[in-house]
């Protein structure tokens, strides 16, 4: 069975720090696109950052872009999302996802197979 569990979210005062973890058990995701998402309350699931499986190369959107770094571990099936100069804008429930197909580029949410529960992350202004 599949699984991704996220952790790192917490409380922070805007202009600050979290670092986000994403640990997949049941498969491997070396060769697999791995993504971070985020919902606020009301509003609809949006890219954050994704990264490839080699090279590696790394997608941001524009709103996170220069603030965020989306990192992965392949020997511990871990990714990660470092996240500085916080915004209150940024408080959400943040996801991390995997694409099933290997070598292929997946930055929309309808391309991801697999799914975390999400970590909180509040930004207090």
């Known amino acids: 069975q599949v699984q991704l569990v996220e952790s790192g979210g917490g409380l922070v005062q805007a202009g600050g720090s979290l670092r986000l973890s994403c640990a997949a058990s049941?498969?491997?995701?070396?060769?697999?696109?791995m993504g971070w998402f985020r919902q606020a309350p009301g509003k609809e699931r949006e890219f954050v950052a994704a990264?490839?499986?080699?090279?590696?190369?790394?997608y941001y959107s524009d709103s996170v872009k220069g603030r965020f770094t989306i990192s992965r571990d392949n020997a511990k099936n871990t990714v990660y999302l470092q996240m500085n100069s916080l915004k209150p804008e940024d408080t959400g429930v943040y996801y991390c996802?995997?694409?099933?197909?290997?070598?292929?580029?997946?930055?929309?949410?309808?391309?991801?197979?697999?799914w975390g529960q999400g970590t909180q992350v509040t930004v207090s202004s």
């Open positions: 049941g498969r491997t995701f070396s060769r697999n696109t």
């Open positions: 990264i490839s499986w080699s090279g590696p190369r790394t």
């Open positions: 996802a995997a694409d099933s197909a290997p070598y292929t580029t997946a930055l929309a949410p309808g391309e991801y197979d697999y």
